[in-house]
């Protein structure tokens, strides 16, 4: 296989008993019918741990290619997203924005979830409300929100009428117009919750778009550049202006987010198989092995090599 990084797609998203595609704006897909034994389903409802299991066939990391809300209803999900590990119990949502790295999935046996995946630019492109602006400019690091039981039942419940209309495909009558009126409505929802958990202090056009920028020369750049003036001069501004924004408006140093994409394609080429260390070295601009042994080391606490050779 190549070393370069991987990118999950949205027609790549596992199939469980009900996973509906709508055309290739979005999918989803729940685990709420699968039966368990009634032991296990004991364990979850009082938080204790039940068997971990891992995705088949998925080979770590991949850059996910369209934006994901998963609503765990019960059990629990962990993964790594860039560089950051979430925990996910249930009544919980996970919101991950596209572009983002996921670099470790597993989920406790028994868990129960509602996936929602759409691809950016589609399901709510036309849309001009306060919400789907809110959605489109705000969701651009992942985060988690928790909520009261009676509250995420009722984001369950509009998914579900979008899953039967899906479902329904088109016998359905008027199925465009109900799934559009459904999207809307989520979209009201998503951007509520964003809007909750941020505090939410609404970020200029201007502000929201030098952060898209920048995270786009990131992921093209951070091969061969990780300095902030570059990409400051890139964008026309100072770097403590660039360094500003971008913490006001994600939450996270710039430094930390090139660092993150530099680790991350770091991880990519070396489960890659194709290269050495010596060579990965040189394809991310390391002046030498050593230098870049110890960049790594200091982000992931293990050697380039002992990664290349771990599980």
């Not at 928790?146 to 495909?169: F, I, N, P, S, T």
Request: aromatic share 10%; charged share 25%; hydrophobic share 40%.
């Amino acid at each position: 296989m190549s070393g370069e990084s991987r990118t999950l797609r949205l027609d790549m998203v596992p199939r469980t008993a009900r996973t509906i595609y709508v055309k290739d704006e979005f999918v989803i897909s729940d685990t709420l019918e699968i039966r368990v034994p009634a032991s296990m389903s004991a364990l979850l409802k009082a938080g204790k741990p039940t068997r971990t299991l891992h995705p088949v066939g998925l080979e770590f990391p991949y850059r996910i290619g369209f934006n994901a809300i998963v609503f765990v209803v019960e059990g629990c999900v962990d993964c790594t997203l860039n560089t950051e590990d979430f925990h996910v119990q249930a009544s919980a949502v996970l919101i991950m924005p596209s572009a983002v790295m996921l670099r470790a999935l597993s989920w406790q046996a028994g868990t129960r979830i509602v996936l929602f995946a759409y691809n950016d630019g589609k399901l709510f492109s036309s849309m001009t409300s306060r919400s789907a602006k809110i959605l489109k400019t705000e969701m651009i690091v992942p985060f988690v929100m928790y909520m009261k039981r009676d509250r995420m039942d009722r984001y369950l419940q509009l998914l579900q009428v979008l899953l039967h209309v899906a479902e329904g495909g088109k016998d359905y009558d008027f199925q465009d117009d109900i799934i559009n009126g459904s999207a809307r409505m989520l979209c009201g929802g998503l951007a509520k919750m964003i809007v909750e958990k941020k505090s939410f202090k609404s970020h200029t056009p201007r502000e929201v778009a030098l952060m898209q920028e920048f995270v786009s020369l990131v992921q093209i750049h951070c091969r061969e550049r990780r300095d902030l003036e570059f990409y400051a001069g890139a964008l026309c501004v100072s770097p403590k202006y660039l360094s500003r924004i971008v913490s006001k408006v994600s939450g996270k140093k710039a430094l930390m987010i090139i660092r993150e994409a530099v680790i991350t394609e770091a991880e990519s080429l070396l489960k890659g198989g194709k290269y050495n260390v010596q060579q990965i070295s040189d394809m991310l601009n390391f002046p030498n092995p050593s230098y870049f042994g110890r960049y790594f080391l200091k982000a992931e606490g293990k050697t380039p090599r002992k990664y290349m050779l771990s599980e």
